[in-house]
Each structure stands twice: as C-alpha cells, then as structure tokens.
C-alpha cells in the first residue's frame, strides 16, 4: 500500500479517535508492566479493577515478592490465566531486584527475556513509558492491518515488522492504539461494522459487507 494512502487511513481513524492513549492506569514503570502483563486476553477494565487494590500494597519489585505469589493471586483471579500471570509477575519481580536494582530495563531485548513479557509487552512498554514508536501488534491490531491491506502478514510479529516500516513517523507512536480502538469498536473480529465505518473505501478486506 502507497504511503499516501496509508497516512489517509491513520488520519481519518486519528479523527474519530482523538487523544488515543492507553487507558491502563498505574503508579509507575514497574506498575505499568505489571498491568501489561495482566491484560494479555483480559480486557483493560478487568485489569484496572483488580489492579486498583493491588498497587496500594504492592507497587515495587519488593513489596510484591512481599506480597507473595499466593495473595497476589488473590488480587488478580478475575483476570485469565491468573495462576500463570502470577507466577511471572513473581519471578520478574525477583529478576528486577536481583539484576537491575528495582528497574525496569530499558532495551528491547532484556525486556523480552523477562517472564511474561513477550514481543507484544515490550513494544506497549516502550511506546508507553519510552515514548518510542513501536507498534505494538495484538489480535485487534493484527486481525484490522491485515484486513485493511496495510499489511498481508500470517504472524503478529511479521506483523510488526511491516508496520514499522510503512507506518509514517507522525502515526507510528499513535498507530497501534488506533488500530485497537477500530478493532474494538467497528471491525471487530465475528460481525465488522462496515456500514459506519470511516476508512471503508479505503479497505482492501475482500467480504466487508456493502450495503445496498
């Protein structure tokens, strides 16, 4: 896809979803991977509700491993894969205090080595905290590049690759919560809203629905 028309998309998605940001809250950069952490197949809101009690007590590598993995449990149980979810939180918690002084490292690929924190949480860390324009590719992310013919990729990660090099760099900070936020909303994964939606002359998805 042209440039041109891939900064047509992004600016007509900018319009009806202005300010995008991530709508996770957090206290700091260890709270916020936490929270990245957590909602792999959860939703946003399930996090900050369980999260909101959590980082009360537990806002630091110290005071989690404090904590214990069997409270922390406790905590997050509403949110899928929790017994796995905690069990990393736990051990990156230990990595953190052992390895990096209580610090969150900063490149990519120390990021992805810690437990729990693929490709995907990596890139939202850096987005988010390191203001760094990756674009991080999750199922909404994925399924709408790739039906939009912004890409024609079979992985999240080749996914992301391609992003990052056709994406302009006004867009590429924003993008991929612009994409969720479409994917969420409008084409969504069963039943694509095409009728309302804003960039449908300009998708190349072969059975968008056309109204009569």
């Not at 007509?12 to 197949?41: D, E, G």
């Not at 005071?63 to 939180?89: D, F, P, Q, V």
């Not at 919560?177 to 994917?183: E, K, S």
Request: hydrophobic letters at 40%.
């Amino acid at each position: 896809m042209l440039k041109s028309k891939v900064n047509l998309i992004f600016l007509k998605l900018s319009k009806i979803y202005p300010k995008p940001k991530s709508v996770l809250k957090y206290i700091n950069n260890f709270t916020f991977l936490v929270s990245v952490i957590l909602s792999a197949q959860s939703t946003d809101v399930s996090v900050n509700k369980a999260t909101k009690e959590l980082f009360k007590i537990a806002k630091n590598p110290h005071e989690m491993i404090k904590l214990g993995e069997k409270k922390l449990r406790k905590h997050i149980k509403t949110i899928g894969l929790y017994n796995s979810k905690a069990r990393n939180i736990m051990y990156l918690s230990k990595i953190l205090i052992n390895k990096y002084d209580c610090k969150v490292p900063k490149d990519f690929s120390k990021l992805v080595l810690l437990p729990g924190v693929g490709q995907k949480t990596a890139s939202v860390y850096q987005n988010v905290i390191l203001k760094k324009p990756k674009i991080a590719v999750d199922t909404h992310v994925f399924r709408v590049s790739n039906r939009l013919g912004l890409v024609k990729e079979s992985t999240p990660n080749k996914t992301q690759e391609t992003l990052e090099k056709i994406v302009p760099k006004k867009w590429k900070h924003t993008a991929h919560i612009l994409l969720i936020l479409h994917g969420r909303r409008t084409c969504k994964s069963q039943r694509p809203i095409c009728g309302s939606c804003v960039i449908f002359s300009n998708c190349q998805y072969p059975k968008k629905i056309i109204l009569a």
